[in-house]
């Protein structure tokens, strides 16, 4: 039992001190740059790209009080874990013949804050599931697939004041695609297959500003 109740007051001590590595707010909205490096059978013959992504972000114990975001609520307490909700887009053009291709999709993305007992640099362990769409246009052809990509990463949160931070990440993921379809356009030929598999290296910079939702009596 003395056991029990040492482990019981360390966690309540360790854990306010991970949620820092989040804006000190329950919500939170970020924008971001990216830069991926391609490789494997589906981007084969093409280039590095850059492009962003928007995602919207809550402390899991705050995603169930959402309506807190509008309306007044009571102060929600700190958690080390946030799920975000977004889209990414990047561009990328052909190695070996004029045209480019666009990877879009929507993500989620679980974080995990780690502690290190700074009050500015806080790191971040996460993982994203993404849906995600390639669209190629080379001249007169066309061509989609669609697939899933699951891959993990990290990153640091840098605080600029007391709700905005710089986000600094880097992930590697995997893609999963189905079968393509390219066209002709001029002569309305068109045929499928399969598109493959890929992976990407991710590395992101990014603004994160939080919102720590109504306050009772406002």
């Known amino acids: 039992m003395k056991h029990l109740c040492f482990l019981l007051a360390v966690a309540r001590i360790l854990s306010p001190l991970a949620t820092r590595a989040q804006t000190a707010d329950a919500y939170s909205v970020q924008a971001s740059g990216l830069f991926t490096q391609l490789g494997g059978s589906a981007y084969a013959g093409l280039d590095p790209g850059g492009g962003l992504e928007l995602q919207a972000r809550c402390r899991v114990n705050a995603c169930r009080n959402l309506w807190g975001i509008i309306a007044p609520a009571k102060e929600i307490g700190g958690s080390p874990w946030t799920v975000?909700?977004?889209?990414?887009?990047?561009?990328h053009q052909l190695s070996n013949f004029q045209g480019d291709e666009l990877l879009s999709g929507v993500f989620l993305e679980p974080r995990y804050a780690l502690d290190f007992?700074?009050?500015?640099?806080?790191p971040y362990l996460s993982t994203r599931g993404t849906w995600l769409r390639q669209k190629l246009s080379s001249g007169a052809v066309t061509g989609s697939a669609t697939g899933t990509t699951a891959g993990v990463g990290g990153g640091l949160l840098v605080k600029l004041n007391y709700n905005v931070l710089i986000d600094l990440g880097a992930r590697a993921g995997y893609t999963w695609f189905g079968d393509f379809r390219l066209v002709d356009n001029n002569t309305g030929v068109a045929r499928t297959g399969p598109a493959g598999a890929g992976y990407n290296l991710v590395v992101r910079l990014g603004l994160a500003i939080g919102y720590r939702g109504a306050a009772p009596g406002r």
Request: a negative charge; aromatic letters at 22%; hydrophobic letters at 35%.
């Open 117 to 122: 007992d700074s009050d500015v640099v806080f």
């Open 84 to 91: 975000g909700v977004g889209y990414q887009i990047t561009y």
